[in-house]
């Protein structure tokens, strides 16, 4: 995936990892897309969505029903059915899906999905549904180190905009609502920062967001 936001997802079953994916990605105010073959669990997420589907993800009729090449991003939860996940991941490829997203229950599924060259793969049971949210709708992020009250801590790439210019110049408080606390360059820590500092692309910035 390119440094471009992501702005249009769909998530494929709604189990607990998936449905607290749904949660954070509603958070980060983009369009998102749900589908699952239990029209409960439709229906309880519903009002919460932009559009909510029953439907098998393995299914190439629903795939093509909503669209699947015009998502930024595809994310496939459903773990325990394995051989469903694999069609379906291969399909959204081969009709352009921009990113494919799709969990793995253990490393060995894991290896399997990377050699079948999904995009991303990730093992809930280590990452959090908030962590892989923010870091799916904004690619700099590279990391939330911490969070609470309100207030994130995190490490990401500068934006294209900021590079070559200084912390005062791209006006970055004010643009992308962060303070800048510390900046790592060439394995060194630079901290504090002060508004002359020139931001340089393999920069990596250290940040805090008020999530209030």
């Known amino acids: 995936m390119n440094n471009l936001k992501a702005t249009n997802f769909v998530v494929f079953g709604l189990g607990r990892f ?5 949660h954070n990605l509603v958070a980060q105010d983009v369009a998102v897309m749900v589908v699952d073959k239990d029209a409960e669990k439709i229906n309880d997420i519903a009002d919460r969505v932009d559009q909510a589907i029953i439907g098998d993800a393995s299914d ?5 029903k909503i669209g699947i090449g015009d998502f930024d991003v595809a994310i496939f939860a459903m773990g325990e059915e394995f051989e469903a996940t694999i069609m379906a991941m291969m399909m959204a490829k081969e009709k352009g899906t921009k990113h494919v997203v799709v969990k793995a229950l253990d490393p ?3 290896q399997i999905l990377t050699r079948l060259r999904a995009d ?6 280590v990452e959090m549904g908030e962590k892989i949210a923010k870091s799916l709708v ?7 180190i911490d969070q609470a009250n ?5 490490e990401m790439r ?3 905009a900021w590079v070559n210019h200084t912390i005062g110049e791209a006006d970055i408080r004010q643009t992308a609502k962060v303070t800048i606390i510390a900046v790592i360059r060439n394995q060194q820590i630079m901290m504090p920062v002060t508004a002359s500092l020139t931001i340089l692309a393999d920069d990596i910035l250290i940040v805090i967001q008020n999530q209030a």
């Open 108 to 110: 060995r599924q894991a």
């Open 18 to 22: 998936g449905t607290s994916l749904v």
């Open 138 to 144: 904004n690619p700099n992020i590279l990391d939330v």
């Open 158 to 160: 500068p934006d294209s």
């Open 120 to 125: 991303q793969v990730v093992l809930p049971e």
């Open 60 to 64: 190439e009729d629903v795939l093509d």
């Open 150 to 154: 309100g207030i994130a801590i995190s």
